[in-house]
């Protein structure tokens, strides 16, 4: 299964990363030091949601 994670980070550039598991995405995603909001999809839709 793949997770997708759109970030923003804190100087406003966007990214997507891929990953292959649900973990991972997660660390990637609540990483508040470098990032200012997050969302992970799952099949096109959103697992969860972070703002910092």
Do not use: H, P, W
């Amino acid at each position: 299964m793949q997770y997708i994670v759109v970030i923003e980070k804190l100087d406003g550039e966007r990214v997507q990363k891929e990953f292959s598991n649900y973990r991972e995405a997660l660390c990637c995603a609540t990483d508040y030091r470098r990032v200012k909001q997050s969302k992970i999809l799952k099949e096109k839709t959103i697992v969860n949601e972070f703002y910092y």
